[in-house]
Each structure stands twice: as C-alpha cells, then as structure tokens.
C-alpha cells in the first residue's frame, strides 16, 4: 500500500470522525430537532463516490458506534444505516449523476428512511411514540446535502482519495 493511498483513507475517516462528532455535539433543545444526520450524509458520500471501499460494512461499524455514543438500544443505528447505505450503493450510479437538486431530494427521502427505520425499532421494542418532528432532520439534510456534497468533493479531489 503506498503513502497516497493510506493518505486518502485517512482523510476519509477524519471526515467520518468529524461526522461522529458532529452527531453527538450538545445543541439547544430549540436547534436540536432539526440537527442534520451528519454522519449518515458524511457516509452517503462516500459510499456512492466509493462503493468498493467504503460500504455496508462501514455503515454497520459506525451504526453501532453512534449506538453507544448515544446510549441508545444497540443495533438499531447500525440496521438503519447499513439499510439506507445498501440503498445508496445498489443505486449510486444513477445517484451520481443526478442534478444536485434531485440529488438533495434522494437524500432526504434516505434520511427518512433511516429515522423510519429506527422509530419502527424502538416502535417494536419500547413503544415509542410517533412525533411528527421524526422528519425535521431529514429537511435540514435536503438544505445541507450540496454543502456537505461540495465540501467532500473538494477534499476527495484534493487528497486525491481513491
């Protein structure tokens, strides 16, 4: 494995550990319903610019460590984002080319199938209570997604991240 290559994968899990921050910062209960699904959208990249590196797999392995950083039931992350990452890896050839708005909108419909996913769970397992605001995360997504796009984009052609 050369330096290039090590330096690429890297960077990628910078940015994912940047996502995983992200994700757990403390916010004001005012802004904290509409906190984007940083690591989710962070993780959407990169498995559609790199479906052969960065997949499934990685979904399920910071699924579960966003479970326990939350201190929520174990798993649950994990199955609602390895779900939503297959999704995105069995369509990321027609994702990739998409306009940025169609693109923005396929992502909040993931995001919303990913809170959809986890209300079920927790639905079958603690009998949790529908709220419409399960969906808040995923408009903030739809506005954020072509920063995030733009952003990673630039980092990836930068490093050079293949």
Do not use: D, K
């Given at each position: 494995m050369s330096f290039q290559?090590?330096?690429g994968r890297f960077i990628v899990w910078v940015t994912l550990f940047i996502g995983v921050i992200s994700q757990i910062m403390p916010l004001p209960s005012a802004v904290d319903a509409w906190r984007p699904d940083w690591l989710l959208m962070i993780v959407l990249y990169w498995s559609i610019a790199l479906p052969h590196r960065y997949n499934i797999l990685t979904a399920w392995v910071l699924g579960l460590v966003l479970d326990i950083l939350l201190g929520?039931?174990?798993?649950v992350r994990s199955l609602a984002m390895s779900l939503v990452i297959y999704i995105a890896i069995l369509h990321c050839q027609r994702l990739r080319n998409f306009p940025q708005w169609q693109q923005s909108?396929?992502?909040?419909?993931?995001i919303c199938i990913y809170h959809l996913v986890i209300y079920w769970?927790?639905?079958v397992m603690q009998e949790a209570v529908f709220k419409t605001d399960l969906f808040l995360p995923a408009i903030s997504g739809l506005v954020i997604w072509p920063w995030i796009f733009w952003i990673l984009r630039r980092v990836r052609r930068h490093y050079k991240v293949r």
């Open positions: 290559a090590a330096n929520a039931t174990l798993g909108l396929v992502i909040m419909l993931l769970v927790e639905f």
